[in-house]
């Protein structure tokens, strides 16, 4: 399956859950189309078929990255070269 890239499903999540507050705040139309269409390319962007389990494989998949993301920073430092690759 091809992955979605991280930033994609950052903004996708972003967008499910100010979807959602607007719903909630009572508004329905044009928001009940674009909620749809976020919860159907989520699901794609995911492998899923629900909008539960596409927002929790699009999370864990995004704090996998960030948690990579953290260690090869960390990994950088131990051996003298900052955030930017250059030597600190």
Partial sequence: ??????????R????????SELQ???RH???????E?????LCVSTGTRDIDAALAVARERLRTV???DVD????GAQDGRTLS????
Avoid: F
Avoid at 12 to 19: F, P, R, W
Avoid at 29 to 35: A, F, G, K, L
């Fill in 66 to 68: 960030w948690l990579g």
């Fill in 85 to 88: 690759g250059t030597a600190g």
């Fill in 1 to 10: 399956m091809m992955m979605t890239h991280p930033t994609v499903l950052a």
């Fill in 29 to 35: 139309e044009p928001v009940r189309q674009q909620m």
């Fill in 12 to 19: 996708l999540v972003e967008e499910y859950e100010m979807e």
């Fill in 72 to 75: 090869e920073a960390e990994a």
């Fill in 37 to 41: 269409d976020v919860v159907y390319t």
């Fill in 24 to 26: 909630a705040a009572g």
